[in-house]
């Protein structure tokens, strides 16, 4: 459990938007031209987006940052990034994060909070999907090109689209009973752990490119008949597999 000395509030600051810039850079490791800049921090916040900050004292060690967004005249926010410190990983902090960003988002009006994520990032795919209850039905080929960030072993930048519909039945069930509603899985997309070790070496790094390959290819083609990735499996040697169904809600402002 996370202590709860840890405290989360939106930040106003300079000072405050600062550490988000420092934790950023500690955390991917960008190069600095690749940095979101102090300047568009303190503007998010200003423009209807989010910079939400958890402190243990002084010090900053997680931020969420989104900016408002619209599609078909329908006002949502998409979160660019959430950052834990290394140091305060897997103890919860990332999902309270994430759920204090969702109650923001609700109290502002907001129906839908979208971000991308990277397939081949286990962890990441089951905080999103099973301990926070997005979907997704999107995937993106080399969203940003390839980057300087060590995280992402210089593969092209492949992400999905999570959209987390804030008050949907999935959600709600999700947060209230501990589970999201059961489905009928029609395809499962595979996840080897040994990606992350693949991704970090020079020599392995065209095996982690084969598995992007093969799997970019398994979702365009479930995407295309209407499926969504709506659960995730981690096996105990932390394989991860996507977990592909029919969504029963109808959430959605692609056409409406
Ligand atoms: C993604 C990130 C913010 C998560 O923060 P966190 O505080 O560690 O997250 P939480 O502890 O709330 O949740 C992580 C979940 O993944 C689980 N997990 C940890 N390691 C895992 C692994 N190798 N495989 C699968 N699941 C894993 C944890 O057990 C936890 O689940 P639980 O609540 O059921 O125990 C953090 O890892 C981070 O900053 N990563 C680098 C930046 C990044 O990738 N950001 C997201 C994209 S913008």
Same mark, same amino acid.
């Given at each position: 459990?996370?202590?709860?000395?840890?405290?989360?509030?939106?930040?106003?600051?300079?000072?405050?938007?600062?550490?988000?810039?420092?934790?950023?850079?500690?955390?991917?490791?960008?190069?600095?031209?690749?940095?979101?800049?102090?300047?568009?921090?303190?503007?998010?916040?200003?423009?209807?987006?989010?910079?939400?900050?958890?402190?243990?004292?002084?010090?900053?060690?997680?931020?969420?940052?989104?900016?408002?967004?619209?599609?078909?005249?329908?006002?949502?926010?998409?979160?660019?990034?959430?950052?834990?410190?290394?140091?305060?990983?897997?103890?919860?902090?990332?999902?309270?994060?994430?759920?204090?960003?969702?109650?923001?988002?609700?109290?502002?009006?907001?129906?839908?909070?979208?971000?991308?994520?990277?397939?081949?990032?286990?962890?990441?795919?089951?905080?999103?999907?099973?301990? &926070?209850? +997005?979907?997704? *039905?999107?995937?993106?080929?080399?969203? #940003?090109?390839?980057?300087?960030?060590?995280?992402?072993? @210089? $593969?092209?930048?492949?992400?999905?689209?999570?959209?987390?519909?804030?008050?949907?039945?999935?959600?709600?069930?999700?947060?209230?009973?501990?589970?999201?509603?059961?489905?009928?899985?029609?395809?499962?997309?595979?996840?080897?752990?040994?990606?992350?070790?693949?991704?970090?070496?020079?020599?392995?790094?065209?095996?982690?490119?084969?598995?992007?390959?093969?799997?970019?290819?398994?979702? &365009?083609? +479930?995407?295309? *008949?209407?499926?969504?990735?709506?659960? #995730?499996?981690?096996?105990?040697?932390?394989?991860?597999? @996507? $977990?592909?169904?029919?969504?029963?809600?109808?959430?959605?402002?692609?056409?409406?």
């Amino acid at each position: 459990m996370i202590a709860d000395t840890i405290a989360l509030r939106n930040c106003t600051e300079l000072e405050e938007f600062r550490a988000c810039v420092t934790l950023q850079k500690e955390v991917w490791g960008f190069a600095d031209n690749e940095l979101v800049p102090l300047r568009i921090f303190s503007l998010a916040p200003k423009i209807g987006g989010q910079v939400i900050g958890a402190w243990e004292g002084e010090a900053l060690i997680g931020f969420a940052f989104s900016i408002p967004g619209t599609r078909n005249g329908h006002p949502y926010l998409h979160s660019h990034m959430l950052a834990v410190r290394e140091s305060h990983r897997n103890s919860g902090l990332g999902r309270r994060i994430k759920l204090f960003q969702r109650e923001d988002a609700i109290a502002h009006g907001y129906e839908l909070l979208e971000w991308t994520f990277d397939p081949l990032e286990i962890k990441n795919a089951y905080l999103n999907l099973e301990r &926070l209850g +997005a979907i997704a *039905r999107r995937y993106n080929i080399n969203q #940003y090109g390839i980057t300087s960030s060590p995280l992402q072993g @210089f $593969l092209p930048t492949d992400r999905l689209v999570a959209e987390w519909w804030l008050t949907s039945k999935r959600v709600e069930t999700l947060l209230s009973a501990g589970e999201h509603p059961s489905f009928m899985p029609e395809v499962r997309i595979e996840v080897p752990a040994a990606i992350y070790a693949w991704k970090a070496q020079p020599e392995s790094r065209q095996k982690a490119a084969e598995v992007q390959l093969r799997n970019r290819e398994q979702f &365009l083609a +479930a995407f295309s *008949r209407g499926l969504s990735c709506l659960g #995730y499996e981690r096996d105990a040697t932390g394989n991860g597999t @996507f $977990l592909l169904g029919h969504w029963e809600e109808d959430w959605s402002y692609a056409s409406k």
